[in-house]
């Protein structure tokens, strides 16, 4: 079964990964006092704001990776789920159990395994062909 072969649905995920990261910007200038929970603790204070600004930061490098098939874009994208999954569970721990963040946790999982499915869209060259060699390899 060959759903979507040009990744036009990582594609697609990718324009929305910069539209996100594009509001995350947005909310963080509008609202500089809210408390990030990161880890099990709440991030306040002046310094916060950078570590608030990763957010979108990570999320407009995934998206831009996502647009153009980058292979450091997947992995940046698992290993960006993998931190979210790790910091939730811990503010589950720290702060309680609220159904937003286990959605979230789901909704994480489910993208992580989806990505981890259509990584072979992220490859170098696709699978099959062989890359010409170069000039100084003796090809001429």
């Known amino acids: 079964m060959n759903i979507l072969p040009r990744g ?5 995920l990718g324009g929305l990964l910069i539209i996100v990261g594009m509001v995350d910007a ?4 509008l609202f500089p006092d809210y408390a ?16 608030k600004l990763h957010s979108p ?5 995934i998206g831009y990776g996502f647009v153009f098939l980058r292979p450091w874009g997947w992995g ?15 503010n589950q721990w720290s702060f309680g159990v609220s159904p937003i963040r286990s959605g979230f946790m789901m909704t994480m999982a489910l993208f992580a395994g989806y990505l981890i499915w259509r990584r072979h869209r992220f490859a170098d060259s696709p699978s099959g062909e062989k890359s010409a060699k170069p000039v100084s390899q003796g090809s001429h």
């Open 8 to 12: 036009t649905d990582i594609k697609l």
């Open 26 to 29: 947005i909310i963080i200038v």
């Open 36 to 51: 990030l929970k990161l880890f099990g603790t709440a991030v306040t204070g002046p310094a916060s704001l950078l570590i």
């Open 57 to 61: 930061l990570v999320h407009l490098l």
């Open 76 to 90: 940046l994208a698992v290993a960006y789920s993998g931190f979210g999954l790790v910091s939730e569970t811990m």
